[in-house]
């Protein structure tokens, strides 16, 4: 089986903070993505990949950017946290079908 | 309009009855669409997959597809209360882009 792992389910971080949310994903998936799931407006594209050191913004990339170093880890950070970026981050690896990491439950105070 | 649309529910249904779940795709080129489930503060799991014009049956889960009136539906049989959480459709649209509706919050009732 394919497994997505982000490295914090918990985070708390202060107002200003840059803050790094890891993805590694086992299964040598070109495609990564990152969402954020917020209440009532489902899963919104932050930034997705499709191969080493490619990046493309989604639908929501203010306020976040991302590295893809090596395949199999995809990072997304916030360079300056805000209130607003509280929410819960998945993601995502994807061959034919999506698999989604456990999730990182991230609070901005 | 959204690419992938749901009714945002909540939808309640009695233990053992049949659940409904609907969505609606805007883009008629669409060739694959997908049901994932997520419980409350789990990441989403894919239950069906659907890919032609018809019926797709797995157990209790069956996933309808019709392309000519761009739906996609998810009918829950002998529901239970494990069935109990938020629902959400998926399309693999033209060129490759995959969306995501805003989910169904679907109940069963002991």
């Known amino acids: 089986d394919v497994k997505v792992t982000q490295s914090s389910r918990y985070l708390v971080k202060r107002t200003g903070e840059k803050v790094f949310l890891e993805c590694v994903q086992d299964?040598?998936?070109?495609?990564m993505f990152w969402y954020r799931q917020d209440p009532g407006l489902g899963l919104r594209l932050i930034y997705f990949?499709?191969?080493?050191?490619?990046?493309e913004k989604g639908d929501i990339p203010e306020g976040y950017s991302v590295s893809r170093e090596k395949k199999e880890r995809f990072s997304l950070i916030l360079e300056s946290a805000s209130t607003n970026q509280t929410s819960m981050y998945l993601c995502?690896?994807?061959?034919?079908?999506?698999?989604f990491g456990s999730g990182t439950r991230l609070t901005v105070v | 309009q959204k690419e992938v649309e749901q009714n945002s529910g909540p939808l309640s249904v009695p233990e053992g009855a049949i659940a409904s779940l609907n969505c609606t795709y805007s883009?008629?080129?669409?060739?694959?669409f997908f049901w994932y489930r997520q419980y409350s503060g789990k990441s989403p799991e894919l239950i069906m997959s659907?890919?032609?014009?018809g019926d797709k049956e797995d157990g209790r889960f069956t996933a309808q597809l019709n392309k000519a009136s761009q739906y996609v539906s998810l009918l829950i049989r002998d529901s239970q209360p494990s069935d109990s959480a938020t629902y959400l459709c998926?399309?693999?649209?033209?060129?490759?882009?995959?969306?995501f509706g805003t989910g169904t919050s679907l109940t069963v009732i002991p």
């Open positions: 990949s499709y191969d080493v050191k490619m990046k």
């Open positions: 659907i890919y032609s014009n």
């Open positions: 299964m040598d998936h070109e495609n």
């Open positions: 998926a399309g693999e649209l033209t060129g490759n882009q995959f969306y």
């Open positions: 883009d008629r080129g669409s060739q694959s």
């Open positions: 995502a690896s994807r061959s034919a079908l999506y698999t």
